[in-house]
Every structure is written in C-alpha cells, then in structure tokens.
DNA sequence: TAGCGGGTTGGAGCAGCTCCAAGTCAACAG
DNA sequence: CTGTTGACTTGGAGCTGCTCCAACCCGCTA
C-alpha cells in the first residue's frame, strides 16, 4: 500500500507516517524497486494503534518506549500491557477535566446572558 | 499579588503568563516600583479562564481572537458566547475520541492476555 | 556586606508536527 | 518519442506553544 493510502487508512497524516518512521517507532517498511514504501496491513494497525495514542495525548517518548518493547516481542508485552493500561487511566484524567471545563463554560456563557 | 502566587492561584506557570502577556492575551497588568507585575484578582480570573481553556486544547489564535473581543467590552460579547459554545461542542467531540480510545485500548490489552 | 530568595528581560531550546524544494519515476496524451 | 501530470522520495526549514536559561536587579536577614 502507497503513502498516502496508508494515511487515509491510518488517520495519520502521511508526513506524520514519515516523521514517524524517522523516529524509529516503525517496523522496517520495504521499498519497492521505484524506492516508494510498500505498507503492509500490518502496518496499518501499527500505525492505526499510534493514530489512537497521540490522539489522545501520548507523548513521542512514550510512544517509543511502547514501539521498542514491540520489537523485543514476548518480552515486553507485561510493560506494553501497563504503559496502556496507565494511558487508560490518563485518559479518565482528562474526561474528568473536559467535565469541569464543560461546568466553567456554562456558568462563563450564562454570565454573558441567555442566547440571543 | 505575585506572578509565583498568582501561577498557583490560575494553575499556569509563571513562565505561561509571562508568555501569555508578551503575546497580547491579558489585560495591562500593572509594574510595582521594584519592577514587579501586580496581579489582581480580576488577572487571575481571566488567567483561570485561560487556563481551562488552553487545558482544554483551545488554539492560541482563538484565545487571541477572545481576548480581543474581551477588551472591545459589551460589542464583543455575543461572539465571546459563540466561541465558548464552539468550544464547548469541541469538548464533546474530544470526549466522543477518549471514548472510543478507550475501547481501542481494551481490546489491545485483552489481546496481550489478561494481568499477571 | 554578603548571600538568599524572589522578581525582571530577551532569547535559546524543545516537542511534535507541517510544509516546502528539488528530484525521481510511471503513466498517459499527443 | 516527448512532454506533462501526479504521486512518491529526501533533507531541512518553519510553526506552535510553551519551557528553560543567563544575566541582572531588589529587598531582606545574619
């Protein structure tokens, strides 16, 4: 699969697919022989995995940690599990702060007076 | 009041309000003769507003655009209240994603095995 | 009178993209 | 066969929104 097929596949956008490969949170991605990245469905869920965490405010140095315990396999799945299951709770951290901005916006909005 | 005190009472760093400041965001805020920032309680009302709203993933462009319309008084307020009610609709978007996330990344940890 | 704990400024550095220039290659039009 | 289009390649610059730092000033206590 090309690039930008992969992008739209993914969510992420295809500059972000090769910032990331730079980074080294990829596996090894093929070239076909005119030198274009040849992603595999594989790939896709890799990236789609990514997609989810950075959409919700993982930061690249833990997005590494996370892709490096992938490549060492078996070995690193009971840290991946946490690094996970810590970012589920992360993520129960910020609804609770999208619940009280939502209260500061009411009370902010109804300061203004009601709908014109 | 002092920026260290006032970075408590708003949840910014001072290093954030100095920025904030330097970027057009606040109210003139008065120097004492030693040079210092006196910062009000009215500051840090509008301060914790712009906290909740950067905390929240607002744009600096559109903090800009509020505080702009902030300082133009009553002719600013309806698309003050029309900023806050987009926002406040970003916010469930936003919520929408941690949702679905989190449903991402049960399957990913149910699929690593259940804990150890 | 020296040192400490605050404050001030301008500017550099960082994360995480995002965009751009310059080049390559396949495919198709004329 | 040549020319144009479009999708890809790379390295590197630019952007946002802080965050940190150096160098300095000021008031206070020991």
Do not use: N
Not at 74 to 80: F, I, K, L, M, S
């Amino acid at each position: 699969m090309k690039i930008s097929k992969a992008a739209k596949a993914c969510g992420l956008s295809a500059d972000t697919i090769r910032f990331y490969e730079k980074s080294g949170m990829l596996p090894d991605i093929p070239r076909g022989p005119d030198g274009h990245r040849d992603i595999s469905a594989k790939d896709i869920d890799w990236l789609t995995l990514l997609y989810w965490l950075r959409e919700t405010g993982m930061p690249l140095k833990q997005m590494k940690r996370f892709t490096a315990l992938a490549k060492a396999g078996d070995a690193g799945v009971a840290e991946r599990r946490q690094i996970l299951r810590d970012h589920s709770a992360e993520l129960g951290r910020r609804r609770a702060l999208l619940d009280r901005c939502e209260e500061v916006l009411a009370i902010k909005i109804a300061s203004y007076g009601e709908a014109p």
